[in-house]
Nanobody
Framework: QVQPVESGGGLVQPGGSLSLSCVDP????????MAWFRQAPGKEREFVAG????????NYADSVKGRFSISRDSAKNTWSLQMNTPKPEDAGIYYC?????????????????WGQGTQVTVSA
């Protein structure tokens, strides 16, 4: 089964910025809803941000609202997560999750396809 693929993780300083990207070669881009989740060591995977098929509805976890921005680029078939002013508590493995359902929520079970994840470290 073809999975989504994340890129762009790495080390970022608190207050800096980092951009993550995701492509899903296994599905038709315009048919997909998409979300970013993250998981820190010893913690459950949690919802970060989600976007609908048209890109006009976006949802964010309260912890990242106003700092992170999710977007989609139909010309490049790519979703992105712009992380501004990250905090140490934003560190973890970030996962791209997609679904061909018409609506996506904040639960892990709302998404059928998952990438392998990309590590984000927030440290000075």
């Amino acid at each position: 089964q073809v999975q989504p693929v994340e890129s762009g993780g790495g080390l970022v300083q608190p207050g800096g910025s980092l951009s993550l990207s995701c492509v899903d070669p296994g599905r038709t881009f315009s048919n997909c809803i998409m979300a970013w989740f993250r998981q820190a060591p010893g913690k459950e995977r949690e919802f970060v941000a989600g976007i609908n098929r048209r890109g006009d509805i976006k949802n964010y976890a309260d912890s990242v609202k106003g700092r992170f921005s999710i977007s989609r680029d139909s010309a490049k078939n790519t979703w992105s997560l712009q992380m501004n002013t990250p905090k140490p508590e934003d560190a973890g493995i970030y996962y791209c999750a997609t679904s061909v359902a018409s609506f996506g929520g904040r639960r892990v079970t709302d998404y059928a396809y998952w990438g392998q994840g990309t590590q984000v470290t927030v440290s000075a």
